[in-house]
């Protein structure tokens, strides 16, 4: 069975500090996929970004990066400088390989300001 | 590009009524078709998924049922809607041998 936890419910900030998102997982596939999404005011969840479980590369993306660590089981989301445009819930989601369902954490309410 | 349109965007039924939510891609072909509902608590939970016309797998026994018509449309259904259907619905699509999905803009229902 899949499990992703996301321990943090809220995060408050203020504008441009910098904010970490935790998320732990379980899985028994040997490979497995993991993703972070994130949920605007407006409802929809947009996708950041992919990882496969055997590429444990970090990975930044302008003020995003990521930090995969498999011995941890852990699959940690930076914002550098954060912005009110980042107000968001965030989650972290996880699937198989050959199991097209996602598995998502709780979420993470992240609040920024001004 | 592939869109997916998912409508209508709020809805607000009497218990007892029943319920067609609607949810179509485009610019794809045979994808993977997903049904979410995310509760107040904001945990998002996979109800059904379908990877072909008429091919329907449900994930907990619920109130609800979906029904996928055609390639790239997927229905939500309720015969009678319950209180504790109330939610958000979010509809997901993912292409052939991929993992990762993307949703529409969700359905807030409110069953009264």
């Known amino acids: 069975a899949q499990k992703v936890t996301q321990a943090q419910t809220e995060i408050s900030v203020v504008e441009k500090e910098d904010v970490t998102l935790d998320c732990v997982y379980e899985?028994?596939?040997?490979?497995?996929?993991l993703f972070w999404y994130k949920q605007p005011p407006s409802g929809e969840l947009v996708f950041l970004i992919r990882r496969n479980s055997f590429d444990e590369q970090n990975e930044i993306s302008g003020r995003y990066s990521w930090n995969f660590q498999k011995s941890t089981s852990s699959f940690n989301f930076t914002i550098t400088a954060s912005q009110v445009v980042d107000s968001a819930v965030y989650f972290c989601a996880l699937s198989g390989a050959n199991d097209y369902k996602l598995s998502f954490g709780a979420g993470t309410t992240v609040t920024v300001r001004a | 590009s592939q869109t997916i349109h998912q409508w209508p965007a709020t809805l607000v039924q009497p218990v007892g009524s029943p319920l067609s939510l609607e949810c179509t891609v485009e610019g794809t072909s045979n994808p993977n078709l997903y049904w979410y509902r995310q509760a107040a608590g904001r945990g998002l939970q996979l109800l059904f998924y379908?990877?072909?016309?008429?091919?329907i797998s449900s994930e907990v026994p619920q109130n609800l049922s979906a029904s996928r018509p055609q390639d790239r449309q997927f229905i939500l259904s309720s015969k009678k809607l319950l209180l504790s259907d109330s939610g958000f619905y979010l509809c997901?699509?993912?292409?052939?041998?991929?993992?990762?999905?993307?949703f529409g803009q969700g359905t807030r229902l409110t069953v009264v």
């Open positions: 997901a699509w993912s292409a052939t041998g991929e993992t990762e999905a993307f």
């Open positions: 379908s990877v072909g016309i008429g091919q």
């Open positions: 899985t028994r596939d040997t490979t497995y996929y």
